[in-house]
């Protein structure tokens, strides 16, 4: 008895992704590079070659992609380590919304090799990048203007310095000409 309901709700899974495959026309191949896996991997999942994964990172990946909440998959057991959205990618999540953006355009506007770090970004799984160029990509997608998005860089790049030990309560003034050189550079670029 036990086994068909497991047949039942692997079915249910793997419907669900093969149904939003579909509707959204996204190809397989970039389906796969957007959550991690190979494309044989995510061809198992639909044809249930393979049980549907039970895995917390991948069924959130899934469920990031598809716009839906991990907890849908009924093969989904929360984790024991919570994510803690931070304020950034709620920033993120909400410009998106703003924007009437579905998950999948907004990964279509990335490089394919770029997709699977901002599908953990926006499952809250990592910060965003310290890398500049990369957060006014996320920026130039989501219509943000360099001043808005500017500040959570900066609230990043506070956070691993001080993770590498730099002490800001001693180092006040050094800091406060970083930053203002920072901000000054990046608002006066044209990127």
Known sequence: MSNKKNAIITMKSSEMLYNFLKNTNLHKKDFAQMIGVTLSYVYNLIDETIPFSTRSTT????????????????EYKIPQDI??????????????????????????????????????????????????????????????????????WESRLKQVLQNSGFNFENNQELAKSILNCAREYIVKSKN
């Open 59 to 74: 069924l959130e990946r899934i469920a990031t992609v598809m716009d839906i909440s991990p907890e849908e998959f009924v």
């Open 83 to 152: 994510i803690v959205i931070d304020e950034t990618t709620e920033f993120i999540r909400e410009k998106q919304k703003e924007k009437k953006i579905s998950t999948v355009q907004l990964l279509k506007s990335f490089p394919r090799k770029q997709r699977l770090t901002i599908v953990d970004i926006l499952r809250g799984a990592r910060p965003i990048p310290l890398d500049w160029e990369e957060v006014s990509m996320i920026a130039q997608v989501l219509d943000i203007s360099k001043e808005e998005i500017y500040d959570h």
